[in-house]
């Protein structure tokens, strides 16, 4: 069966680093996301990409965090600068479309930030 | 605002009947989602509504009132398996943008 995936499934860096955080989407699939959850906390919304471009971003989205699809089936989030606060589980997902669609989600990548 | 509520936490018998409800107030609306999140691991689909009434998948069922703001997710014939969260999500009217409630930790019993 088809999966999302994402590597690594931990990265430890320091406060002001640079992250990629890389996801593999389903192959026949068009729409991809990034979602993050804080430990104990809700999944939130970071941002939908369809047609090599963003659809929509969350406020949580800021200058700080870039996406990117580089070739034809890799799907990354960048972080900038990354602060304390950026430690979280984040999760890749994707759809084969938007809306009714279900989204599958990877197995997320733990980011701790020192 | 943007806000969803769920109870945060439910206990029920192995074999027995829960439901979890979900109600949302959106700027939009355009589907309600439920997923399982077992601890540590990634969510699963496990139904979709978007329209009024009941979808049945199985031993899960979800049902929908868009005037009421109001869905719930039906789990019978609990197995040990279903301990896990479950969350509601909306996807908000005409973006692509979803919004997901805190989660109901469900713990089953034997």
């Known amino acids: 069966e088809p999966e999302v995936t994402q590597t690594p499934s931990h990265q430890v860096t320091q406060m002001g680093q640079e992250v990629i955080l890389r996801c593999v989407p389903i192959s026949n699939h068009l729409y991809f996301y990034w979602y993050r959850q804080i430990l104990g906390q809700k999944v939130e919304f970071l941002v939908s990409f369809y047609n090599n471009e963003i659809s929509e971003k969350s406020e949580i989205f800021d200058d700080q965090f870039s996406v990117e699809r580089p070739d034809g089936s890799n799907f990354t989030l960048k972080i900038r600068s990354t602060k304390l606060e950026d430690s979280a589980m984040y999760f890749c997902a994707s759809s084969e479309l938007a809306g009714v669609y279900e989204q599958y989600f990877g197995p997320g990548t733990r980011l701790t930030v020192t | 605002g943007q806000n969803i509520d769920q109870p945060t936490e439910m206990t029920a018998t192995e074999g027995a009947i829960v439901q979890i409800n979900c109600t949302y107030q959106t700027s939009g609306f355009n589907g309600l989602f439920w997923y399982q999140q077992h601890a540590g691991e990634a969510p699963t689909f496990l139904s979709y509504n978007v329209l009024d009434g009941l979808e049945e998948k199985g031993r899960f069922s979800s049902f929908l009132s868009r005037s009421k703001g109001y869905s719930y997710l039906l789990l019978k014939e609990l197995q040990m ?4 969260s479950y969350l509601c999500a ?11 409630g805190t989660g109901t930790r469900l713990k089953v019993l034997a």
């Open chain 2, 81 to 84: 398996k279903d301990s896990a």
């Open chain 2, 90 to 100: 909306v996807r908000d009217g005409g973006t692509y943008k979803y919004i997901f």
